[in-house]
């Protein structure tokens, strides 16, 4: 009789925990300490994806002389003027092809060695490699292909995560953007150069993936936001922590090389991380799920009888959920099959388009802007801070859809009222593009929360890697704004982001509102919610 009361008690026991932080703690201290870690990928993730900023500067530059005469004799009898952004001045690219007493022919050819001005800088991978003139371009190319590597990773890294492990899989993607960052800071060529950098953004981009998706399944549902707000912090942190770091080494190779090291100071603490115990029990590796718990438990302070068969129970729970999503599976095509579905998913993506133009246009283009790019990039970064929480308050009070359109469009207002600005009012431009650098932040943040919340559940992960995939173009093609500046008008990038941010607001007033509403589950539903 009292075995079976005891297997009473365990049934009674058992469905008081419908989810496994309900057994492990929803926000303890093991929570807290995986958020921080989380906090500090952020350093790495932003160095590496903005440095580039300052590892190929905009320095001056000029056809250079074996002559024994100054530069400004130089420049005086040897380079042909030419204008550039407004102003008349000596050729970047061109020389008289002239001995220097005869300084009446009109001859030019293209250089082929150059001068650099090194007054700020040390060392820059400009003067490295020559990406000047004709090859100007490469600099914005190897941006281009750091970001191509966050897109194949998208594809490759989650998939490696579901069936390895996320912590394996985050461990070892730590340790290849690390010797892909060492790689980057002792390449030879510029080729093994940008190729590292593709590397270093596959590697980071899976390591983050794989570590958030492990600390998002340890959490309870109502601390998510949390996660989103501090994982922010850290990033702005490290944002305005760079412009110090510039200042204070001045060279390419060693901001590549404090860009790298925090890879390998979070593999030397990654034993103080556990696998996600949901994972191992979707695995059925039900042993290691209960070594992972009770350390869990212990580290929050909590007590289980019979953890044993809770495993179990919490075991075959999740692979019948497992078994149900297999069932409902959709595709990148139920996207798209009915009007109202397709209509939400288009400015969906074109929002996700514009708020990563947006935010990498004003953040990769610090030295456009004009001023120092270091007290630009500072305040660029600061108001980080601001956005990531005014952004949570209002989404919590007043809803998604009016703050998500609010600042879309106040973004890119401000962003051409920064393009029309003269140069003589160098400081107002600056704060105009600060100020939009806020509220594409903010943007950024509630886009994400609004998408997943509109998409229905059974399409929500695609929909949400659709999203980000279109995010994903935008940052592909924003390091070649600089180019486009130069060729058509310096103020053609800054109207372009504005254009971007004002339509794709407008198209979110379209949008149906999420705050306090059911959220759709099925495609049915989806398809009828905010249909008019």
């Known amino acids: 009789m009292k075995e079976k009361r005891d297997e009473s008690e365990i049934e009674r026991e ?15 201290y093991l929570q807290k300490k995986l958020v921080m870690f989380l906090f500090f990928f952020g350093f790495p993730n ?34 042909p003027k030419e204008e550039r952004d407004g102003k008349l001045t000596y050729s970047q690219c061109r020389m008289y092809d002239i001995p220097l007493n005869n ?40 941006q281009t292909l750091y970001f191509s590597g966050f897109f194949v990773s998208m594809f490759i890294c989650g998939q490696l995560s579901d069936r390895f ?21 002792l390449s030879p060529t510029y ?17 983050y993936i794989c570590m958030y998706v492990l600390v998002m399944e340890c959490v309870g549902k109502e601390y998510r936001s949390h996660v989103g707000l501090i994982q922010k912090y850290g990033w702005a942190t490290a944002y305005i922590i760079l412009p110090a770091i510039v200042w204070l080494v001045r060279d390419w190779f060693y901001i590549q090389l404090i860009a790298t090291l925090p890879f390998f100071l979070l593999l030397s603490i990654y034993w103080l991380v556990p696998e996600s115990p949901r994972w191992l029990l979707s695995q059925n590796r039900l042993e290691e799920a209960e070594t992972i ?113 609010g600042f879309l469009i106040s973004s890119g207002i401000i962003c051409i009222l920064a393009a029309v600005v003269p140069s003589n009012l160098l400081e107002l431009r600056i ?3 600060v100020m939009a650098k806020l509220c594409v932040s903010a943007s950024f943040l509630i886009i994400y929360i609004f998408s997943s919340e509109i998409y229905p559940t059974v399409i929500r992960n695609v929909g949400m890697g659709t999203s980000s995939m279109c995010a994903r173009i935008g940052t592909l093609v924003v390091p070649f704004l600089k ?19 004002i339509t794709s607001g407008f198209l979110v007033l379209l949008l149906p509102e999420t705050l306090h509403t059911h959220l759709p589950d099925t495609l049915a539903e989806g398809e009828q919610f905010g249909r008019i």
């Open 431 to 433: 704060f105009f593009a």
């Open 14 to 28: 058992i469905p008081e925990y419908s989810d496994i932080v309900d057994l492990m703690g929803r926000w303890g």
């Open 165 to 185: 492990g996320r912590k394996r899989i985050s461990l070892l993607c730590v340790i290849g953007a690390g010797i892909s960052g060492v790689t980057c800071m």
């Open 293 to 405: 718990l009770k350390r869990c438990l212990k580290e929050n302070n909590v007590k289980v009888e019979n953890l044993r068969e809770i495993v179990l129970f919490l075991s075959e729970k999740i692979k019948n959920e497992m078994g149900d999503k297999r069932k409902r599976r959709a595709n990148i095509l139920d996207l798209f099959k009915t009007p109202n579905m397709r209509k939400k998913t288009l400015i969906l993506c074109y929002a996700w388009f514009s708020s990563a133009f947006g935010y990498y246009g004003l953040s990769l283009n610090a030295n456009e802007i004009g001023g120092h790019p270091l007290l630009y990039f500072f305040f660029s970064g600061l108001v980080e801070f601001p956005a990531a929480t005014i952004g949570m308050l209002l989404i919590k009070y007043i809803g998604r859809r009016k703050p998500q359109v």
């Open 103 to 142: 300084s009446n022919s009109s001859d030019e050819i293209e250089c082929h060695r150059w001068h650099y001005d090194l007054d700020f800088y040390h060392s820059t991978i400009i003067e490295k490699w020559d990406l000047v003139c004709d090859k100007a371009w490469f600099t914005s190319l190897s």
């Open 191 to 207: 080729i093994l150069f940008a190729a590292s950098r593709f590397f270093i953004a596959f590697f980071r981009s899976g390591s």
């Open 483 to 501: 180019e486009l500046g130069e060729i058509v008008h310096q103020a053609l990038p800054l109207t372009l982001l504005g254009t971007f941010s």
């Open 46 to 79: 932003c160095w590496n994806n903005l440095g580039l900023t300052f590892m190929a500067p905009k320095i001056n530059y000029w056809c250079s002389s074996n002559l024994n005469i100054s530069d400004e004799d130089w420049k005086k009898y040897m380079l």
